[in-house]
């Protein structure tokens, strides 16, 4: 609240204001604005009056946010009528040092008579806001410093073509450090940039917080919660979130203008049985003829919003709020593929919302409202559909073999430090089809030896848009998928052995199958084999066969006594798993023999009717 104006400097403000400012005011908030000016006006200096009571009574006020939200919307609105109202020859007044000294010279040659006209503020204890003289009854010039703001300097950028690097949500920070709250250093690296969702700068709400891959600098308290910031992950801006969503759409362009965040209207509604607060939000954009042309004729392509909840224990997924309404130009779009007033599990992704249709090639207006208690920040994308070889192309390359057999000894040595593991079995088979995996893949930052089919996943995450690990259920993203290269070696050497389905592998990085053709009980009769070794190297022991072709199990053919042998093979141990398996053949023949024997003595009931006329009576002699 130090930042802002005092209460009888707001209500000054809503005295001078017009009907079509307080409309605007009353609008941006969410509350009804139509009525009479004392309508109006007495609707705003409700939400100011209420608080103040319970703050000057020693109470500490649940709605403080939105007495904030309100003071900032009633500022922001005076600002620009105070600028509209005065003539182009009249500037801004000078800050509080500048009015204490001489008066300046303006542009027309050195005279302050313009400058005299204008009432200078009393002296004020240090750190309070700039007061006005009550007995002044003209109007009141703004100034962000006599406000308790900081100055914003203007850019200028094309028109509808975004924000450029130093027009963001805010101006571009000094070198050095950047004052915080209360004057506490916020350090921000030389050359840094400030891009918040609040749209201020640096030094408006003390910490900040440097996103982990776009290094941009951001309030702590505007995208984090005080009791998760200690635990919390690295930092991750909103842009950087929105391009990991879905890795098949690319972010073109996400410049059209700032990412903005849903603000609270003090006001509450029933979602459900439930009371939920209300925010609300609402923006102005162009889209330049280039854009609209780009998202209207080119295939692949469209227009979207995104949304996201910040501290959201899933980073990367849209996540629309609880009874959303989102409209474009006054026309509402449906953005749920769920209920509306059913809250979302961590296992829920939303869709963007493609507003291309609605969309103008000239100024546009977007306005969102929900009743959701969490914090929300929407951005508006041009995005481009990729394939799924250019969504390859994103993955992390994959480890050399070294490096690769090393994370194998760390990870097996590691499962359990009390007991010594002799060995550790891997699954070949991919956890979403059943089948032998083809491309063996993996998160980097998730521990463990269980891998999963690279086409396979990224099959399912197009249609899911879960980029989520299907062994430990982790939510990762596709800058962290890597091709496992330990387990493709073993793939490879294993490819004239289709049966095999797991491997053991040792402490040393070592592996060997587990069963498969021709093995059958024990698996010492394989022997352990280095990571990388060629197919052809991969023989059996002495006594068993060396190739695929040999190991299949010999025909069984019958001579013309009756008798059966094998076809090949004098050795006895042979000969007597021959005839073993000629038994069980035999058996399984009778069991079936017997069950067509069964099958073709059942009564089949639906046959019969009811309705049928019994038979007739035999005749008498």
Known sequence: MSSLPDDQTVKDH???????????????????KQGRKEDLQRRLLTVIDDAGSLWNAGLQSHGMPQVEATKRVIEEVYARYMVQKASPALRLPPTRTEATSAPTATANGGNSATSSRLPQPHSNPPGAPARWPASNTGPRPHHPNALGFQPVQPTSHTPGAGPSASSSCAPQAQAGTSAGVHGAAAPVA????????????ATRHGELLSCSNCHVYQHARCVTKPETRASAPPHMCERCRAERIDPYWEVVTSDIMPAFKLMPTGRNTYVGTKLEPVQNAERMFTITPSQYELFKKRPNHKLQV?????????????????????RVNGLLLHVYNRGAHTKPGKNQRDEPANIGVLANPSRNRITMSCSDPASYVLLLQIVRRRSTEEVKGLIRPPLPLPEAIERVKREIKSSDEDIEVDHAVVS?????????????????????????????FLSVAERSRKWQCPNSMRNSSVYTLQVDAFMSSILGSLQDLPDVAEVQVSPQGQWRPVGGPGVRGSNSSWPWCDAGVAPSALQLPAGQASSAAQMQLPAIKQDPEGSSRPCGGDSSDEEDEHAELQKAAQAMQAQQRKAKQAASELIVISDSSEDEAPPPPPKRP
């Open 14 to 32: 809503i005295a001078r204001l017009r009907i079509k400012e307080l409309s605007e005011c009353l609008d941006r908030l969410g509350m009804k």
């Open 428 to 456: 070949l088979k991919c956890p979403l089809t059943g089948a032998r995996v083809k491309t063996p893949a993996r998160f980097s930052e998730i521990e463990g030896l269980m891998f999963f089919d690279l086409d396979a």
């Open 190 to 201: 030389p050359g840094g940039t400030v891009r918040c969702i609040c749209e201020q700068p």
């Open 306 to 326: 995104v949304c996201m909840q910040l501290s959201d224990s899933v980073p990367y997924r849209c996540l629309w709020p609880l009874a959303s309404e989102l």
